[in-house]
Each structure stands twice: as structure tokens, then as C-alpha cells.
Nanobody, 115 residues
């Protein structure tokens, strides 16, 4: 069974930075889009950023200019660099990996930003 492994979450002060890497646990073939969602307590899960197989990135308005998504196609890894973090960025961050046949989700990594 494929697992999507995320890491890099933690507690950081407002204005700080974190980098979240994510990769599938084994070779799953051709990967199309990879992305990051987040869900804060009492709120719906929302798409933060995603990146296509050819490197075209999309960002939610709330993170534009602060977050950068990138991917390493050799190692099938996606990264979310989060700078200038704000308390409202506090959430459980989920990685998603999409192939032609399936969407794979990680278990989530907690990001907490203190004011």
C-alpha cells in the first residue's frame, strides 16, 4: 500500500519559516499534480498550492508571495516553503499526490504559528 509521507511541521513564531517535504513511500509510476491542502479547526479543508508535472504552480490568494511550492521529479518529492508565517496559517497540512489513476493523501503534518 502506498503511503504519502509528510514532514517538517512544527511550532514557529509569527514571521518565521518552515519547509514541508512530501513524497510517496514507493514508486507509483508517473505523477501528475502534487499539492498541499490545509485544514484549520472548525474550517473546511482548502487547497494551499499545487504544482503540475511540468512545474506550473497555483497558489491560494492567502499565501501568494509567502509560500513557494516546488518539486523534484527525480525523487518524486514536493516541497512547500512557507515564509512570513502568520497565526492564521495554523492548520494541519496535507500533501496530495495525483497519478492518472489515483489520488494519494498523507496523514497530515501540524503547523502552529504563535503570535
Amino acid at each position: 500500500q502506498v503511503q504519502v509521507v509528510e514532514s517538517g511541521g512544527g511550532l514557529v513564531q509569527a514571521g518565521g519559516s518552515l519547509r514541508l517535504p512530501c513524497a510517496p513511500s514507493r514508486n507509483i509510476g508517473r505523477i501528475n499534480a502534487m499539492g498541499w491542502y490545509r485544514q484549520a479547526p472548525g474550517k473546511q479543508r482548502e487547497l494551499v498550492a499545487d504544482i503540475s508535472s511540468v512545474g506550473i504552480a497555483w497558489y491560494a490568494d492567502s499565501v501568494k508571495g509567502r509560500f513557494t511550492i516546488s518539486r523534484d521529479n527525480i525523487n518524486n518529492t514536493v516541497y512547500l516553503q512557507m515564509n512570513s508565517l502568520k497565526p492564521e496559517d495554523t492548520a494541519l497540512y496535507y500533501c496530495t499526490v495525483k497519478t492518472l489513476w489515483s489520488d494519494y493523501w498523507g496523514q497530515g503534518t501540524q503547523v502552529t504559528v504563535s503570535s
